[in-house]
């Protein structure tokens, strides 16, 4: 029987910026951060990828950030930049770009210290579990047909 891979490619990708957060209706003071995002793909098909594919496209999305003050960037101005609202802002606009090049985002872990990270993941959502069923089914029907032919193959012979 064929071995079932899922190929799962990890990106780190580090954004250097500022912010700061409002608690109790008082602006504290604007701070830098080296944020870590770990980003978790899965290829649709057992084709080779250049990683730059997708390095290139993530770069240059967290590129407009940085070196900034995130309260100053959409949706930001409006909702506190906390690592947990920009990473729910960022998984979104990462799948995005992640499914155009015909992969899944499987999960993102943000980071603003070595020792505390936030992780977001699609694993338990309807549409990520409908691509992996499809793809076990893509690969069994393979497998039945390797094996359909070599049983055709011993008959020939």
Known sequence: MALQLNRTYRFKFYLNANHYIIINGVEGETHPHTWEF?????????????????EKS??????????????????????????????E???????????????????????????????ISFEEDEDFKETIRNRRKESMDAEIDAVVDRIAQKKED
Do not use: H
């Open 38 to 54: 770990t980003i978790d793909i899965m290829i649709k098909n057992d084709e080779f990828v250049e990683f730059n594919t997708y």
């Open 58 to 87: 993530i770069s240059e999305y967290f590129a407009k950030y940085q070196n900034g003050i995130m309260n100053n960037f959409e949706p930001f101005d409006t909702v506190i930049p906390t690592l947990e609202n920009m990473s």
């Open 89 to 119: 802002k960022f998984i979104l606009d990462i799948r995005d770009i992640v499914e155009a090049g015909d992969a899944k985002l499987i999960k993102m872990e943000s980071s603003e210290t070595p020792t505390r990270s936030y992780i």
